[in-house]
């Protein structure tokens, strides 16, 4: 099958959707599936092979956080030539109502389209603008996808219609085949607590884990935390308490393989998010090398980390996150349990399983009704979507 898929956002600065298109269009290609992805990138920018640059970038707010988005003319001319010379047979746009690539492709695009919806916001201004001037183009839409029950509630209330819902995928066993690094791990004097994200986006939760510092370190003085990700590491301690910042070493941004190994060498890894999550790639990350996780009670993490696959403690409250975070470091046990049912739920997640359910998508919207109307393709789209509306994205 020849596939495009079309990535809203730039692959200059690594993000969650950039992350899920990479990994996607490479278990394809494995598979045996011709595979062209087109984003915005900076023309310096080291791209794989199957990524074509539809053009700079620039930096917009959205969502609750900067986007680095491209959009105008001459990016249209580029999305143009790259529809025109792909020959796709089902093009995969990622979310179409953002304005960037994916609404010019979704403009110049004739045939099958699969969109996914990321985004969590039942408030969205943007879409709900958005939508009168789109409706046109969205209509074109074959199949939709949502990562999450709750991207799916915000694609039913602001364009309407409905979608299944697949979850982001992840590679299990490059997670589960990390090496523990020495510096990383904890020890019973120096436990190690770890958190991964972009440090200065608020919703991300480093102000949280913050306020929770001087509590955990009353009852823990040696602990260690490992913060990883883009930020000003001097904008972060001074909203610390000197003792708090002390207790602090910043990574900077990592690579995929030690951000593996961070989160398989340490004792617990936090993610204090307090909004605008639809899914929690890394909370799946983090299980998949057999981390202890502990994650406020969003409802996306919520579902994420059912059957015991984590531990959640009250979304904002730094008080609550620190007697979490103490009692875990005090209880080994509890640890190792946690670790291993988070473990065998990342399963569900990884891209074996979920790269079919798109798959069965593809067939779907290529093959068109009239061949589907029976046997195996309609099946697996009964199925797929039977189970996407009633497991929230298992």
């Not at 697996?380 to 994205?393: I, V």
Request: hydrophobic share 45%; net charge neutral; aromatic share 6%.
């Amino acid at each position: 099958m020849r596939i495009g898929i079309v990535s809203p956002y730039s692959f200059d600065v690594p993000g969650g959707v950039q992350l899920h298109v990479r990994d996607l269009a490479e278990h394809l290609i494995s598979l045996g599936h011709y595979v062209s992805v087109l984003a915005p990138a900076d023309d310096d920018t080291p791209l794989p092979d199957y990524v074509v640059s539809s053009g700079r970038a620039v930096p917009v707010r959205y969502n609750g956080s900067v986007a680095r988005l491209s959009f105008g003319p001459l990016t249209a001319t580029r999305v143009g030539r790259w529809v025109e010379a792909g020959h796709f047979d089902v093009v995969h746009l990622h979310e179409p109502v953002t304005p960037s690539v994916s609404v010019l492709a979704l403009w110049a695009v004739e045939g099958p389209i699969v969109a996914t919806f990321h985004t969590s916001n039942l408030r969205s201004r943007a879409m709900q603008a958005a939508y009168p001037l789109l409706r046109p183009s969205l209509e074109k839409i074959s199949a939709r996808i949502a990562v999450s029950e709750d991207a799916r509630r915000t694609v039913t209330t602001h364009l309407g219609g409905d979608a299944v819902v697949i979850p982001n995928g992840v590679f299990v066993e490059r997670f589960a085949s990390a090496k523990r690094r020495g510096d990383w791990e904890g020890t019973a004097a120096r436990p190690t607590i770890a958190f991964l994200g972009r440090m200065e986006e608020s919703r991300k939760g480093m102000p949280v884990l913050a306020q929770a510092l001087p509590h955990i370190l009353a009852e823990i003085p040696g602990v260690r935390v490992l913060i990883a990700g883009p930020g000003d590491p001097d904008s972060i301690r001074k909203e610390m308490t000197k003792q708090a910042a002390m207790a602090c070493e910043f990574l900077g941004p990592v690579s995929d393989q030690d951000k593996a190994s961070l989160l398989a060498s340490v004792d617990v890894y936090v993610a204090p998010n307090t909004g605008g999550e639809s899914f929690g790639i890394i909370l799946i990350e983090a299980m998949s090398a057999r981390a202890t996780v502990l994650a406020s009670d969003l409802p996306a993490f919520a579902r994420v980390l059912r059957a015991g696959a984590g531990q959640m403690f009250r979304n904002g409250d730094p008080v609550d996150l620190a007697q979490s975070v103490v009692g875990l470091l005090r209880n080994p046990l509890r640890r190792e349990e946690l670790a291993a049912a988070g473990r065998e739920r990342a399963n569900a997640f990884d891209w074996s399983v979920v790269a079919e359910d798109v798959l069965a998508v593809y067939e779907t919207v290529v093959f068109g009704a009239s061949s589907v109307r029976t046997g195996e393709h309609d099946s697996r789209w009964a199925r797929l979507r039977r189970s996407g509306k009633n497991s929230g994205g298992t």
